[in-house]
């Protein structure tokens, strides 16, 4: 069985993203408007150029299907761009810090930001979330399902118990906040900061969460490193130009507390569960893999 | 050619250590009095059970070589147990926290938590450190230099100024160092956490810092996400068990400035070079990958 | 640096095959009219449904490329199929002998061999081709020259001096030969076995040889096993359905001669060349990867 | 869960050959007896130097076991040369024809034979042995059986109706050829080959055969050209230096053949089997993976 991967090609102002999904199982009824739901999603946010003029992306499938359902092939898709201007678009002066700009150039020993530039833009994620957007599908084949939601936006935090308070009615909770928060209350203080940021003609950073539910134990491996679910999720993470820092749990904490208070007990279960965990401070992580259900019993 | 890549094998108290690392240039002057080294400082640090009874790890080259050059072989290596006993250790009777023997005991249905933690263990990383011994002779052949070092424990932060500071001689600044860091002077309070936490039954945190000189520009790739040097270098390090955090240059700290707060100036360069940069806040690392020497001008 | 590879998408009859070629460097000048050549030789062929009524194929470069030089990224391209009606097409009856379909569909567990039998297609060779067109751009700026050729059809074999007879023409021979051989003489032959076959509504096999010059010495590698030249092109061979049998060099006669009549002698060169070979029974291939040149200097 | 896989390290006259093989499932009874029987086995042969000075390898587990029980974790492993004397064995003057001596010293840039041969050397097969010897019995968990033996030398052919001839006795039949084929009574005439042969200073071909019973449908991949199952066992006999030529089913004899005498009827079935097949001369590989049981109801 070839293992579920993707490949991505495609320029920010080239004629269409192209990207290749390996690895679904055949038989599999893949709804294409959802996919189409995740990509008009990554084009929302308060700040963006304004939601009214949205460009709305749509992925086109390629191959792979037949009447709808999957064949066991690589599955092709194209999200095409509006503005196919690559060939007609100036050639910037100078190299942009915080971007591949220099590297490339050095890289490839030319003075055209562009021909970098082109290829290392945040447009390629578009092609990512198309991926995801059927990788997500498989997933949800086998009970597992993923969420991400921003947590903090130009300093200023989200509720660290909206996740709990937003039980049942997660997405759309997300979908009211103009940040896609989980915290809709926090959204005034965020279109403040990105408001005065622009005034400045200054940009924000933030920080987001992404929270996968029903993992099998183990996946991934704890025998060995590069196979380990946080290797393998840290590096995707990472792989995303701008992300300057990953934490699974507790993240950086961790450095300042003691052993038994980072830790999550082991006990013996109510009812029906085997056992049951004293807090999930690890993020469902522990020797690299997630350690099985039940395995999250409160809050850090 | 084959990529420069390394697998290990060995339980912790299994008879040895494996490791196999392919894709070193045939003609390298292979020293390992220098691996060894490597594997005695991994056993180094106040705290580890006593400096007087250190287990001195030794690297056994198994092949790859010929008269102590390399050949353009695959190098294998063995680091021996002194005591091979895993046959004889008692099976725990319970799972423990923080570890892979509840996701492992799971993933492979069965109830003998040795079974998993004798993989999953710590030790695992002497093999690595050997490898890494191998790769680092074959990076200095190309001018690049790796120097890692203890920067926060048990909450006491080391110098931030203590690199620059130790200019010139940061390996003996580490080696004066009992906990590895270019700040000795930090020793005595580390020493403190750990003998609290010693005493109270517990264990501490703390953060280290890699940094890599002299990487050609655009190392990894700025045209393929999972090339990204980020993506390599943030999943290796995640593939080690423990770690819950990993930041290059300023890390999580970006998301809570702007990003003229953020970003490294370029500018015009003075003498022989063709530009400068007025800071490193990105840790080296812009769109993925290294943008170049000289990327450093200033602190951050 | 991203390793040269690529992955094709697509169907017999969906709308498009879809390929991305990873790791070309970037500065290279592409000629698409080249590829398209090349796929236009691929729909060549007498008994193919009679040239009349060709196809023609065309590729579509659709990222990695700017001003029609390679940019480092990735290269996305499409060829386009007339008829995209696989929603439309019958589902066969019964499953085909020599094709996929019976293991597809025990596969996946459905009784739809139209859902296998369109990607496990003939056709999937075009992106195939448009890949390779574009790989030998690649290879020809490293001095490779990649060339195939017929060598039998039928039961009607090529003269087996025909390569050499050729020398400095062979690219006008081979599209003088309806069967792109190199000998256009046995081309009455074969046209007769065509017939004869179509006659009996049957079909008919034959051999075709592919050369590699100036292939650098040890391209692949000596010293692990998968990385051998041979396993790797080998290996390559054999992905296509329709090939049941790969020889390099003399091939299965090795099996039949003495070492001594295998074996191609290494003499001390004459003029500038440290070496001459006595012969290239090897088909240029020593212990799995090219010996060096001048390997080769006179026929078997 | 990570894919079977293997590596292997070690020179000929270097201490020890080295093989990590992962992949293989937790939970299964390694019987290493067995594995040491397939290094005695390789061992064997007429013409071998002697069947009376045996070197007797035997295959050392290192690691990914506990109690003869596999673990999920790495399993290395080694198989000790009895002559670790690479340091001391003399450089050759000349490289030899036929090996890789003279692609190895160019690639590398060196002059000594020795350094290339140690290691592209027929000895490295042995770790290949052990590592299917591990392999095997993951294979036979899943009740797939492999067996490979010898079908000619030196000119010398066996009966084809051998395989059948020895049904249910197989195993027994081989140990019972000097040869390790399926006919024994072929045995004095290839003795007579290899005797003249020795006294001429030569050496001889041959050919054998491997079969692949009980594999599941479609194993591999009939929707991606590298996964089929002939690319990856065709690339896996092609990585065996001395290997010229493989042929699945007729092998190259379908070039000869019309369609109708090449393909493998499919009737419906008999008894409890929906379908069966009227010959098999695909060698059970279709599409270029196996068409599922019963699939074999002929001889070609």
Redesign the interface.
């Known amino acids: ?3 579920l991967q993707w ?5 920010s102002h ?5 990207g ?1 999904v ?1 690895g679904v ?3 599999l009824q893949l709804d294409v408007e959802r996919v189409d739901a995740e990509l008009a999603r990554r084009q929302l946010g308060y700040g963006r150029g304004g939601r009214m003029r949205i460009e709305t992306d749509r992925v086109e499938i ?3 299907w ?2 709808g ?1 999957t ?6 898709f ?1 999200v095409k761009n509006k503005d196919s201007v ?2 007609r678009l100036p050639t910037p002066t ?11 150039c ?5 003075r ?1 930001p ?3 530039l ?3 833009s945040a447009r ?1 994620t578009a092609a ?1 979330v198309a991926a995801a957007g059927i990788a997500r599908q498989v997933l949800e084949a086998f009970g597992v399902e993923v969420f991400g939601y921003l947590t ?1 936006l ?2 200023v935090r989200c509720d660290p118990g909206a996740w709990d308070a937003a039980n049942g009615r997660r997405s759309e909770v997300r979908a009211s906040s103009e940040f896609l928060s989980l915290d809709p209350a926090a959204d005034a203080a965020m279109r403040e900061a990105v408001d005065q ?1 622009r005034e ?1 003609q ?6 987001f969460e992404v929270r996968a539910l029903g993992l ?4 991934g ?8 679910l ?12 701008a ?10 904490e ?7 208070a ?5 006990v013996p279960g109510g009812g029906a569960e085997a056992f049951s ?1 004293t807090s999930n401070r ?2 469902g992580l ?7 259900s039940p395995w999250w019993c409160a809050p850090p």
Chains 1, 2, 3, 4 share one sequence.
């Open positions: 069985m070839t293992r490949r991505t090609a495609g320029e080239g004629p269409t993203l192209i290749i390996e199982p055949a038989g390629l191959s792979g037949k009447g359902v064949i066991g092939a690589p599955i092709a194209a690559i060939e100078n190299p942009r810090p915080g971007h591949a700009d220099l590297a490339g050095q890289k490839w020993g030319h055209d562009r021909a970098v082109e290829r290392a390629e990512r903090a130009g300093g940021a400045a200054d940009s924000l950073g933030g920080t099998p134990p183990g996946l491996s704890c025998a060995s490193g590069p196979e380990r946080t290797a393998r999720v840290g590096g995707a993470m990472f792989s995303i130009p992300i300057k820092g990953v934490e699974f749990g507790l993240g950086m961790v450095a300042e507390r003691r052993g038994s980072v830790h999550d007990g082991i965990r690890a993020g522990e020797g690299g893999c997630p350690p099985g």
